[in-house]
């Protein structure tokens, strides 16, 4: 049997958008719990490695006007504020074991 094709990363995140785009609190929630609940931890530490990628991301457009709106804002100030309380890069690194 062969295997399904690997998604790649901008699959998975057109996949997410799509979902997120028709999904209300609940869905989010329900996600969350799942995910923290129901996980491998070591597929939980990856994960979260990407939530911080996204958090570095949205912070550093904070300093690029055009980057974000109305729309966005209230993502990108808190993600600055979270990579301001955290320190340096080194501070969010998350080893994976």
């Known amino acids: 049997m062969t ?3 690997r998604k790649t990363g901008a699959e ?3 996949e ?3 979902w997120i ?3 209300d609190k609940t869905d989010v929630e329900a996600f969350a719990v799942e995910l923290t609940d129901r996980t491998h931890r070591t597929l939980q530490q990856r994960c979260m490695d990407l939530f911080v990628a996204c958090i570095e991301i949205w912070a550093e457009r904070s300093k690029r006007p055009g980057l974000f709106d109305a729309r966005n804002e209230a993502t990108v100030k808190l993600a600055k504020k979270m990579v301001d309380a955290t320190g340096d890069k080194y ?3 998350l080893p994976l074991i």
């Open 91 to 93: 501070d969010r690194f």
């Open 16 to 18: 997410l958008d799509s």
């Open 21 to 23: 785009n028709g999904s």
């Open 3 to 5: 295997e399904p094709k």
């Open 12 to 14: 998975m995140a057109r």
